[in-house]
């Protein structure tokens, strides 16, 4: 994506946020958009829970209906692969050099 197409969205995060929360809502998802910040080009946006496939595909959707750039820009929506992340956040990470 776009630097400058990134930084105009971060812009009005407070309602990319409502917005993203609202079609939550909508389709009575547990999950909640903490906020939304900028790396490396690429908008994250960080929520309470980790998203399902369903939650991936309404953060793309509500994302392509609010930006006004060619579509083909936003790339598809993923959750982090951070193995310190995902101890953070308590799920558990199995490496498959341990032999449990």
Same mark, same amino acid.
């Given at each position: 994506m776009n630097n400058d197409v990134a930084k105009h969205y971060l812009k009005n995060s407070s309602m990319h946020i409502i917005n993203i929360n609202?079609? @939550? /809502? &909508? #389709? /009575?998802? &547990? *999950? #909640?958009?903490? @906020? *939304?910040?900028i790396k490396d080009k690429d908008i994250i946006i960080m929520t309470n829970n980790v998203a399902c496939p369903l939650d991936l595909q309404k953060i793309k /959707?509500? #994302? /392509?209906n609010s930006l006004t750039t060619d579509v083909d820009q936003i790339s598809t929506p993923r959750l982090s692969q951070s193995k310190l992340y995902l101890k953070i956040i308590g799920i558990p990470y199995i490496s498959k050099h341990l032999n449990v």
């Open positions: 609202h079609a @939550f /809502k &909508n #389709i /009575k998802s &547990n *999950i #909640i958009v903490d @906020f *939304i910040y /959707k509500c #994302i /392509k």
